[in-house]
């Protein structure tokens, strides 16, 4: 069984620019969800995709936004780069949209906005 | 507003004691409450949840209570041991925009497991 991978692990990259992050999910899994991690708190719901739409979304702005591809694998992309941008960015999926909150996380993607 | 508190930063106990984490909650509308558990360099864990219409769930050494008057949630860890050593973070779960069931975490408790 192949677990939630993430790729890049680290990345540094300068206000305004752009940045792509991707997420294999767990075999078996339909639904990726991501989530931002900033230092010292908990994971932030960013959104939800399944069946290649987003299916729900927390309170992020436009310039966040997502792709998910018919073999369940996802990107989230985040647009016009802010400092505040810095954060771990954590991918999770599940089985169904439904699933009562167990979620499988990958080892995220730490995000330096200089 | 956060509708999910861990007010406590840090706790520290001794290998084979108890070790108690607490959460607050505001938000009526979360039905799934869910401990995690993460160590560095890696993502969360799933660890035990809880349904609302329940106030106990046990699974091996880790109990998680359920208080809705309160809105309160706590999760005993008996025997403490020290490969439980790990940021520890509560969360609620509700349906959100459309269909899909969305976390809300506290910011954590770190726990230290002294031998």
């Known amino acids: 069984e192949t677990g939630v991978t993430q790729s890049p692990t680290h990345l540094i990259k300068t206000r305004g620019q752009q940045v792509t992050l991707r997420c294999s999910s767990q075999s078996g899994h339909n639904t990726v969800s991501w989530y931002q991690q900033a230092l010292g708190q908990g994971p932030q719901f960013i959104f939800q995709y399944y069946r290649e739409e987003e299916n729900g979304r927390g309170n992020f702005p436009p310039r966040f936004s997502g792709l998910q591809f018919p073999n369940y694998s996802s990107e989230l992309n985040v647009n016009a780069l802010e400092l505040d941008d810095s954060a771990l960015y954590l991918c999770?999926?599940?089985?169904?949209?439904?699933?009562?909150?167990?979620?499988?996380f990958g080892e995220g993607s730490r995000l330096t906005v200089l | 507003d956060q509708q999910v508190k861990q007010n406590s930063p840090s706790l520290s106990v001794q290998e084979g004691r108890i070790s108690i984490l607490n959460c607050d909650y505001t938000n009526s509308m979360f039905d799934y409450f869910l401990w995690y558990k993460k160590y560095p360099a890696e993502g969360p864990t799933f660890l035990i949840s809880?349904?609302?219409?329940?106030d106990k769930n046990e699974d091996g050494r880790f109990t998680v209570f359920l208080n809705k008057s309160a809105k309160h949630l706590s999760l005993h860890i008996v025997p403490s041991q020290p490969g439980d050593s790990a940021v520890y973070f509560c969360a609620a779960s509700a349906i959100s925009s459309g269909s899909a069931r969305q976390l809300t975490f506290g910011s954590g408790t770190q726990l230290t497991v002294l031998p």
């Open positions: 809880i349904s609302s219409i329940k």
């Open positions: 999770a999926s599940s089985f169904g949209t439904l699933n009562t909150g167990e979620l499988f």
